[in-house]
C-alpha cells in the first residue's frame, strides 16, 4: 500500500481557551485570519474553525460563522480548507448542530459521534442529515473519544447509518479538562485495532504529548490536526509562539519520516472522496 500525503490540520483557537492561558490565542475573525495565514506558510492545507462571541464564549451562531469564513476567504482564499466544529460543549443539542451546517454548507464539518449518535435511538434522526451531507458534498469528519467508539463508528457504518463509503475519522487522545491519565503515543493502537485499513484517519492529542502524537501518526500513514485548542508547548517543553510554531514541528517531523505533505489540491481531492 502506497503511503497517502499527510493532510496537516491546525485547530487554532477551541471551544475553553483564553488569552489567560495564552496571549496570542486567536479569538475574533480577524485574528484567526491571520493565524491562518501564518499557518498555511507553515504547511498547513486545512483549519478547524471555532468561533467565539464577544465575550469569548464557544458558540454555533451562523453569523459568527459567516464573518470568520469571510475573513479566511479574504487571507487566505483557496489555500485552505476550512472545517466548521459543531461541537456542543454542554450548549447546544443535536437540532442547532444540524441547522448551523444547512445555513452553512461549509466545505468540512467535524461531527462528534456520542453527540451525534448518543444512543441507538437517535440513529434514525440523523441517518437523513448524514445523506443530506453526501448530496451536498459536504466532507465530514467524525471525532471519536475512545477505542470502544471505533467498533461503535464501523457497526453505524455497516448499518448505512454512516453513509460515505470512506468516512474520515478524528481519534481524539485525551481530555480537554486535563483530567485522566496524560495522552501517550501507544494510546493511539487500540483506536487502530479496530479501523478497517481502508479507511483513512486522523489524530489529535491534548498536551505535550500531542507533537509526538502527530509524528506516530505520520509514520504510520494516518493525518494529523495540533494546534493551540489541544496543546499551547513546543515538543521541548517551551511555550510555543504560534500555531504555525507547531504546525512547523510536525512538518519537520514528516520531513524526518519520509512522509509526504498535502498540497492544498490533493487535500481537497482526499476530502472529496471521503465526502462521498
Sequence with gaps: ?????????????????????????????????????????AGATALHLHVRTGSGDHSLNPA???????????????????????????????????????????????????????????????????????????????????PGEVERFQALHRQGVIPQRQPFVLFLLGRKDGQGASPQPRDLLPFLAHQPAEQPWSVAAFGRIELAVAAVAAGLGGHVRVGFEQNLLRADGRPADSNAELVEQVALSARLLGRPRADIATTRRFLAATAA
Design 1 to 41: 500500500m502506497i503511503t497517502p500525503p499527510m493532510v496537516v490540520m491546525v485547530a487554532p483557537t477551541g471551544a475553553q481557551r483564553s488569552k489567560a492561558e495564552h496571549p496570542k490565542l486567536p479569538l475574533s475573525a480577524a485574528e484567526i485570519a491571520a493565524e491562518a495565514e501564518r499557518c498555511v506558510a
Design 64 to 146: 459568527l460563522y459567516r464573518a470568520a469564513l469571510a475573513a479566511l476567504k479574504a487571507t487566505v482564499g483557496e489555500r485552505m480548507v476550512i472545517q466548521i466544529t459543531t461541537e456542543a460543549v454542554g450548549r447546544y443539542q443535536l437540532a442547532t448542530q444540524m441547522r448551523v451546517v444547512e445555513e452553512l454548507r461549509p466545505e468540512a464539518v467535524s461531527l462528534t459521534l456520542r453527540e451525534l449518535v448518543p444512543d441507538p435511538a437517535a440513529a434514525d434522526q440523523v441517518a437523513p442529515f448524514l445523506r443530506w451531507l453526501v448530496s451536498q458534498k459536504i466532507a465530514p469528519q467524525y471525532v471519536l473519544h475512545e
